[in-house]
């Protein structure tokens, strides 16, 4: 039989995972191959878009979306291992587990109208081969699809970086702050960068970094790798040590979340603080490239009108 497609193949990762054991997720592709007979020509199949056998990365967005909807937790890289969720379902399983399955979870909901990627897209190498592609296809124009899809990507890219970085030493996350600070322009070179960012943590500041090559203002820096919101009385200890320091902008980083009050408390002050979250992080390092690859550019063209006027 050919390799099935990536909904297909979610009830047979989970039950990969019945007996609680964390596991590579390279075995468990393996394992999934022997069970359902799959040749050595099926397994070998290369996508002709990506360097990618089919059978790998249908089984990684299965192991992805498992996730997303927490039948599945990664403990670490490239390990997984069922969750209490995942034995509830297993307990009575389903027929089949697919994309209309995960929406009963709030956690599969947020993920996928994070991004707005309600629909999925029909191409060849995304998880593409969900059973209403044809209903799909009649809502969307081919280069919406594509499009539909690329954001799709990003949404799970950004998902997957947010959680390498979250399982990142703080010494990682410090120099991934220098990367991407200087990757936007900020901070002159990366040595400059790299000297200042890291430091003591004096009055909350981590770091002092450069606006511009020039060094005419700047930056103060924290950096949060946390798992609870950073609230209002971490900025108020930030904002005050700007004070202290005669400084009028800082930056402050989590892999989390920030409050509403502390939100709302930051557009109070008269110095600027610029708040980014995990999500925003991730965004960023996808924009500016950092922690990331390209794998393909797909450039969509339309006729030229111009071109065919003839006087």
């Known amino acids: 039989m050919s390799v099935p497609d990536?909904?297909?193949?979610?009830?047979?990762?989970?039950?990969?995972?019945?007996?609680?054991?964390?596991?590579?997720?390279?075995?468990?592709?393996?394992?999934?191959?022997?069970?359902?007979?799959?040749?050595?020509?099926?397994?070998?199949?290369?996508?002709?878009t990506a360097p990618q056998t089919r059978l790998a990365n249908r089984t990684a967005w299965a192991h992805s979306y498992l996730k997303q909807s927490g039948l599945l937790e990664s403990p670490r890289r490239g390990h997984y291992r069922i969750t209490d969720r995942g034995r509830q379902v297993l307990a009575a399983p389903p027929p089949r587990i697919d994309i209309p399955f995960l929406e009963r979870y709030p956690d599969f909901q947020e993920f996928r109208a994070r991004k707005g990627t309600r629909s999925e897209a029909t191409v060849e190498g995304q998880p593409a081969e969900v059973a209403a592609a044809d209903e799909f296809a009649a809502v969307l124009t081919p280069d919406e699809q594509v499009r539909a899809g690329a954001a799709l990507v990003k949404a799970n890219l950004a998902a997957q970086l947010l959680e390498r970085v979250k399982q990142a030493s703080p010494s990682f996350f410090e120099n991934l702050v220098v990367d991407l600070l200087v990757a936007m322009g900020y901070g002159g070179t990366h040595e400059d960068a790299a000297k200042v960012v890291g430091g003591s943590g004096d009055g909350g500041i981590d770091g002092v970094i450069k606006e511009d090559r020039l060094g005419l203002e700047s930056i103060y820096v924290q950096a949060k790798r946390w798992e609870a919101s950073v609230g209002r009385p971490n900025i108020q200890q930030f904002a005050g040590a700007l004070a202290g320091h005669h400084a009028r902008k800082g930056v402050v980083l989590t892999t989390s979340s920030f409050t509403q009050d502390a939100v709302n408390y930051a557009k109070t002050l008269q110095a600027t603080i610029v708040l980014i979250d995990?999500?925003?992080?991730?965004?960023l390092m996808i924009e500016f490239g950092v922690g990331v690859s390209d794998v393909q550019t797909i450039r969509l063209k339309k006729v030229d009108e111009d071109y065919f006027a003839e006087e």
């Open 278 to 283: 995990g999500e925003q992080l991730a965004d």
């Open 6 to 48: 990536f909904q297909s193949l979610m009830l047979p990762v989970l039950q990969a995972y019945a007996d609680g054991k964390e596991r590579l997720s390279r075995d468990v592709r393996a394992m999934i191959a022997s069970r359902l007979g799959l040749t050595a020509e099926d397994i070998a199949e290369r996508l002709p």
